[in-house]
């Protein structure tokens, strides 16, 4: 059984980074492609980055944090990072981490993530940025 457990978020400063670390267990990390999900209070859950399975490690980022947050993954540890700089408020919300397991394109494997019997999902963690 595929189990994902985000871990890293927490209350923190404007301006200040986190790092949210996403473990999976269940499987290797082999073709399987990771994503971060974001779900804010009264608003829709969207996709924040996501990573290939393949070797070429492609990603994905939504416009808003293209120039502050980077996906990483360590196959060798079945774990996969986000790194968020330059936090702001509008950043504020429950981060979860997904998994899908191809070899599509990384946005294909980003949707797939969000269909029903497709995608693996964390329990999500929270994210506040607050003076």
């Known amino acids: 059984q595929v189990q994902l457990v985000e871990s890293g978020g927490g209350l923190v400063l404007p301006g200040r980074s986190l790092r949210l670390t996403c473990t999976v267990s269940?499987?290797?990390?082999?073709?399987?492609?990771i994503g971060w999900f974001r779900q804010a209070p009264g608003k829709e859950r969207e996709v924040i980055s996501c990573?290939?399975?393949?070797?070429?490690?492609?990603?994905y980022y939504r416009d808003s944090v293209k120039a502050r947050f980077t996906i990483s993954r360590d196959n060798a540890k079945n774990s996969a990072f986000l790194q968020m700089d330059r936090l702001t408020s509008e950043d504020t919300a429950v981060y979860y981490c997904?998994?899908?397991?191809?070899?599509?394109?990384?946005?294909?494997?980003?949707?797939?993530?969000?269909?029903?019997?497709?995608?693996?999902w964390g329990q999500g963690t929270q994210v506040t940025v607050s003076s």
């Open positions: 269940g499987t290797t990390l082999d073709n399987v492609a």
């Open positions: 997904a998994a899908a397991i191809g070899t599509l394109p990384v946005q294909s494997m980003c949707r797939m993530m969000t269909r029903p019997g497709f995608g693996f």
């Open positions: 990573i290939s399975g393949m070797a070429d490690g492609s990603t």
